[in-house]
C-alpha cells in the first residue's frame, strides 16, 4: 500500500522547459562528440535534432535521457540536476527509444509492450495498464502483431513494436532516437503524427531523424547540429534554409515550399 501511495510526477506547463543542457562536453577516443552545446527540450514541442552521419545526434539524446553521463556541462531534468534522480523516477517522466535497441529475445509483441508500463508497478498508475497497453499497440499498428514472437518480425515491424513500448509508458517525455529509420513511407507519417499529437496534448517530444523534410512537417523546432555543436535552433522555417542545410550537410540545396502546407521542401540541386 505504502508504494501506491508513493507521489507521481506531476505534468510541466506547456511551454516549461523539461530538460535543459548548458555547454555539455563528451570525449571519447580524444574526440570532442559533444563540444559545448547548450540546448532546452519545452513541454507541449517536437523538437527535432539533425545533423550529418556522426554530428552527435544521437549521443546528445543519450547525455539528456541520463544513459551517458557528460564529461563537462550540466544536464538538467525538471527541477533538478540530471544525476540526482534515480533511474525509477527518470523511467515515470521520460519514455526512450535508443538506436542501437535490439530486441531479439523470444517475447511476444504484447509482451514487449507490457514492458512499457513496468516503471508504474505498484502505484495507482497500474490501474491503467491494461489501457494504456491496447492504446499503444493501436496507435503503433501492431495489435495484429500482438501474439508474434519479436525475432520473426520485419525490421520495420520490430520498430513499431519498440515504438509502441515507448507510448504505453504514459511518460510526458519522449525521446525518439530515429524512430522512422526501418519504416515504410505509411508507418513513417503516422509515427510523427502521434509524436505531433502527444506534444499537442502537452508533452514533450524530442526525436532524431535524418528525413529533413520530415521535421520541417512535423517539427515546432529543429536543433541543427555539426562536428559535435549546434549551428542552429529555431522554428523549420529559419533553420531549414539553402544555404544553412547546403554548408551544413556540404552539398548544394533548395528549398521550396510545399504545395499544400507551405513548409519548406528540401531537394538536392542536380546536374
Known amino acids: 500500500m505504502a508504494a501506491r501511495a508513493l507521489v507521481l510526477p506531476e505534468r510541466t506547463p506547456v511551454g516549461g522547459i523539461v530538460c535543459a543542457a548548458e555547454s555539455v562536453r563528451l570525449v571519447r577516443g580524444g574526440r570532442a562528440l559533444l ?22 545526434k544521437s549521443t546528445l539524446l543519450s547525455v539528456l535521457c541520463g544513459d551517458v553521463e557528460p564529461d563537462g556541462g550540466d544536464v538538467r531534468f ?8 534515480s533511474l525509477p523516477e527518470l523511467s515515470r517522466r521520460r519514455s526512450v527509444l535508443l538506436q542501437d535497441q535490439q530486441l531479439l529475445f523470444p517475447f511476444t509483441v504484447h509482451q514487449i509492450v507490457e514492458m512499457g508500463r513496468a516503471p508504474w508497478r505498484r502505484t495507482r498508475r497500474e490501474d491503467d495498464d ?40 504514459r511518460t510526458g517525455v519522449l525521446m525518439l532516437d530515429e524512430p522512422t529509420a526501418a519504416l515504410d513511407l505509411a508507418h513513417q507519417e503516422a509515427v510523427l503524427s502521434m509524436a505531433r499529437e502527444r506534444a499537442r496534448a502537452g508533452d514533450a517530444v524530442l526525436v532524431v531523424l535524418h528525413d529533413l523534410n520530415l521535421a520541417g512537417a512535423y517539427a515546432d523546432r529543429i536543433a541543427l547540429l555539426k562536428d559535435g555543436g549546434i549551428v542552429a535552433c529555431d522554428t523549420p522555417e529559419r533553420v531549414l534554409t539553402a544555404e544553412t542545410v547546403s554548408a551544413v550537410y556540404g552539398t548544394p540545396v533548395e528549398v521550396i515550399p510545399h504545395p499544400t502546407t507551405g513548409r519548406g521542401i528540401v531537394l538536392p540541386l542536380r546536374a
Not at 559545448?36 to 507541449?44: D, F, I
Not at 497497453?133 to 508474434?148: F, K, M
Open 35 to 56: 563540444d559545448g552545446v547548450s540546448l532546452e527540450l519545452r513541454a507541449g514541442e517536437v523538437l527535432a535534432l539533425l545533423g550529418p552521419n556522426g554530428a552527435g
Open 78 to 85: 525538471g527541477d533538478r540536476p540530471l544525476g540526482d534522480w
Open 130 to 169: 491494461n489501457a494504456a497497453i491496447a492504446e499503444a499497440l493501436t496507435a503503433a499498428d501492431v495489435t495484429h502483431l500482438g501474439n508474434r514472437r519479436v525475432p520473426s518480425l520485419s525490421g520495420g515491424e520490430r520498430a513499431r513494436a519498440a515504438f509502441a513500448r515507448v507510448l504505453a509508458g
